[in-house]
């Protein structure tokens, strides 16, 4: 079983505002990421880390920015919200060889009014 | 371009038929391939599919890889109301320290009592 956390679950905000949304895992795993997945679309990897104070931007674009302190803490924060970043964000670890299976944490829905 | 691709988009089934479902892929440097299944929330994995024509299995389900023609398949045999969900396939291209997963689209399965 997975021990991978997303807060808040469900986030409902205006416009302008500054929002972290925030990924806990305790597995010990080095690898996390950020997905965004908008409703019967893909999920689109937005950020990677592979370790701690290593933080990449993913395959889609994006405005918000992540940071890693700490192994088990992968936070993103977005610093104006605005009704485009109105999503699904996903977060996922993995401990990399042998094994590359992600697993996901139960994800945030952003909306952005 | 989309590197994978799922067929089909959606399917809806009765109860105890049989379901087949397909992934191809188009990357440079195959890895793997990944199965997850997505209900409302997070993904949680399936398989992982390295070599081509060994079936894995789990259950009801199971999922074969070609890497000639690019493609993978999972199969779920005498479907439940519970297998609906988004089935997602992903592909890990290799080189360096990627561990970045590319999805699919996804199929929506539902299986109606």
């Known amino acids: 079983e997975a021990d991978i956390y997303q807060t808040p679950r469900y986030l409902v905000i205006g416009t302008g505002k500054k929002i972290t949304l925030e990924c806990s895992q305790t597995?010990?795993?080095?690898?996390m990421y950020w997905y965004q997945q908008d409703p019967g679309m893909e999920l689109h990897l937005i950020h990677y880390s592979y370790g701690v104070n290593s933080t990449e931007k993913g395959d889609l674009s994006s405005e918000s920015t992540v940071s890693r302190i700490r192994t088990e803490h992968f936070p993103l924060t977005l610093e104006s919200a605005r009704p485009s970043h109105t999503s699904q964000y996903l977060c996922?670890?993995?401990?990399?060889?042998?094994?590359?299976?992600?697993?996901f944490g139960p994800g945030t829905r952003l909306t952005v009014t | 371009e989309d590197k994978v691709v799922q067929s089909p988009l959606s399917l809806v089934v009765h109860e105890g038929d049989t379901v087949t479902l397909n992934c191809s892929y188009e990357v440079t440097n195959f890895r793997s391939l990944l199965w997850y299944k997505q209900e409302k929330k997070a993904p949680t994995f399936l398989f992982m599919l390295t070599s081509s024509g060994i079936e894995k299995k789990s259950g009801r389900l199971s999922s074969i890889l070609d890497k000639k023609e690019l493609f993978s398949i999972l199969n779920i045999t005498a479907t439940q109301t519970g297998d609906s969900a988004v089935y997602l396939c992903a592909v890990r291209e290799s080189g360096g320290s990627n561990y970045k997963l590319t999805f699919g689209k996804g199929t929506l399965l539902t299986v109606n009592p």
């Open positions: 597995m010990g795993h080095d690898k």
């Open positions: 996922a670890s993995s401990p990399g060889l042998p094994s590359y299976e992600q697993y």
